[in-house]
């Protein structure tokens, strides 16, 4: 059960969530967030019941396809398995789902 991929990439999800970010990712976590703000400030209003303009929920629209396409770019941010050192057994022990060969 610890060699699963999915046991794997949950473990290491859960420990990247504790592991501090280089300062290229926070500027996209601070991104994100205000889009998450943009995109979910909308939504609370018409949950309350207030009737919202159309353009409104347009421009909802378009924030939303712009943070799709940033998740994307992102997603193509990789790194090079060169870069991790084959004997480093502490990367492997923290990241085995990433240093899986």
């Given at each position: 059960m610890k060699n699963n991929p999915l046991v794997l990439f949950?473990?290491?999800?859960?420990?990247?969530?504790a592991t501090k970010s280089p300062r290229f990712?926070?500027?996209?976590?601070?991104?994100?967030?205000?889009?998450?703000a943009i995109t979910?400030?909308?939504?609370?209003?018409?949950?309350?019941?207030?009737?919202l303009p159309?353009?409104?929920?347009?421009?909802?629209?378009?924030v939303v396809s712009v943070a799709a396409a940033a998740?994307?770019?992102m997603s193509m941010l990789t790194v090079?398995?060169?870069s991790i050192p084959p004997d480093d057994s502490e990367i492997k022990n923290k990241l085995p789902f990433s240093y899986k060969q």
């Open positions: 949950l473990g290491e999800l859960l420990s990247r969530f990712f926070r500027v996209f976590k601070l991104i994100s967030g205000v889009t998450y979910g400030l909308p939504e609370v209003i018409k949950w309350a019941g207030i009737k159309p353009t409104l929920c347009t421009f909802e629209n378009h998740v994307f770019f090079d398995k060169n």
